[in-house]
Nanobody
Framework: QVQLVESGGGLVQAGGSLRLSCAASGRTTYNMGWFRQAPGKERDIVAAIRWSGGSAYYADSVKGRFTISGDNAKNTVYLQMESLKPEDTAVYYC???????????????????WGQGTPVTVSS
């Protein structure tokens, strides 16, 4: 089992910044990702990385504004969000893949464990 605990969400004005954290505990994981889900919409990938390194993946809508990073020593993955827009408003979920590592894990079905979600609201 893997436990994921997210933190860092909140209310911010457009143009502001937030940093989300996801602390993982339990068994080894290989890929980590951040997804978001707005009311009435599907859960979409925001960013993804592999613990072993390699290029990160970003959704087109967040490229240049969001940065995903991981701290192996702390088993924690971060999502630094800059220049936030009202359309970034959603519940953000951290996800972990325990199965064999893959280069890009961008589908929800690629992940085995999910955090509880942390809401992000960007006001205009």
């Amino acid at each position: 089992q893997v436990q994921l605990v997210e933190s860092g969400g909140g209310l911010v004005q457009a143009g502001g910044s937030l940093r989300l954290s996801c602390a993982a505990s339990g068994r080894t994981t290989y890929n980590m990702g951040w997804f978001r889900q707005a009311p009435g919409k599907e859960r979409d990938i925001v960013a993804a990385i592999r613990w072993s390194g390699g290029s990160a993946y970003y959704a087109d809508s967040v490229k240049g504004r969001f940065t995903i990073s991981g701290d192996n020593a702390k088993n924690t993955v971060y999502l630094q969000m800059e220049s936030l827009k009202p359309e970034d408003t959603a519940v953000y979920y951290c996800a972990a893949r325990q199965r064999r590592p893959i280069d890009l894990a961008i589908r929800p079905s690629s992940y085995d464990y999910w955090g509880q979600g942390t809401p992000v609201t960007v006001s205009s």
